[in-house]
Nanobody
Framework: QVQLAESGGGSVQVGGSLRLSCAVS?????????MGWFRQAPDKEREGVGG????????YYADSVKGRFTISRDNAKNTVYLQMNSLKPEDTAMYYC?????????????????WGQGTQVTVSS
């Protein structure tokens, strides 16, 4: 009964910040498994943004967001976060939380087994 629920999306101006949250339940963490954040813009494929693996000891980022986005985990709250700073119009997309990825392919869509319903992020110029 794995359930993922995203929240925190919205509209922001260029250069602004947003913090997305993913509430996680029913999922068993392991050293080789990952939580991930993906995004999908209209008419584009879903792409990996960030991965959190090995209970949070390892993190991975797409080149397009490196230095601007940070993925983290609060174990006590069973929540995974994506802090997004210095937002650009090209960051506009539906953002999805995912679970079950593996540490060898932390940003690969096909490696993940469970998905949330998504939360919209819109960055206006």
């Amino acid at each position: 009964q794995v359930q993922l629920a995203e929240s925190g999306g919205g509209s922001v101006q260029v250069g602004g910040s947003l913090r997305l949250s993913c509430a996680v339940s029913g999922y068993t963490y392991a050293s080789t498994k990952c939580m991930g954040w993906f995004r999908q813009a209209p008419d584009k494929e879903r792409e990996g943004v960030g991965g959190l693996c090995n209970y949070g000891l390892s993190t991975y980022y797409a080149d397009s967001v490196k230095g601007r986005f940070t993925i983290s985990r609060d174990n006590a709250k069973n929540t995974v976060y994506l802090q997004m700073n210095s937002l650009k119009p090209e960051d506009t997309a539906m953002y999805y939380c995912a679970a079950g990825g593996n540490i060898w392919r932390p940003l690969v869509r096909e490696a993940y087994d469970y998905w949330g319903q998504g939360t919209q992020v819109t960055v206006s110029s």
